[in-house]
């Protein structure tokens, strides 16, 4: 209908026709609402799920966590002898019990192996080496850290 058609209506028909028209706009935007509200509601369901998720992952890491720390503090004979200096058996804890403990990946495990020798064996070399390992570290997790 147009504006000319609208013009040419009596009070009533155009009254009507404009209660129509905020009617079938009103429709719109009731279903439109509806939608988001629908979506918000996924959406919370869907963070709810995640966490839930997320919990029952951090309870099962801890679990293995305990297994771990109760079969490390066993002696291991590997761990009281060292190929290539005394840098490593003269500590109180060694990075491989730190990092086998930790459940640490091949790049924190370096960074950490650095760190603790970086004194007694490489001096700066090592702590370049920290650098770059935290370097590719930050690489490869870029985005996927929350």
Known sequence: MTRQDHDYMDEDARL???HDMLTALDNKHKKEYKETLSNAKLEAEYRWFEAQIEAAELQQERA????????TTVELDALKKQIGGNHYVKLAIQPIDYIVVNNLGFLEGNVVKYITRWKEKGGIQDLDK???YVEMLKQFNAGMVK
């Open 16 to 18: 009507r026709h404009t």
């Open 64 to 71: 293995e966590m305990k297994s771990i720390n109760e079969t």
């Open 130 to 132: 920290i650098i770059h």
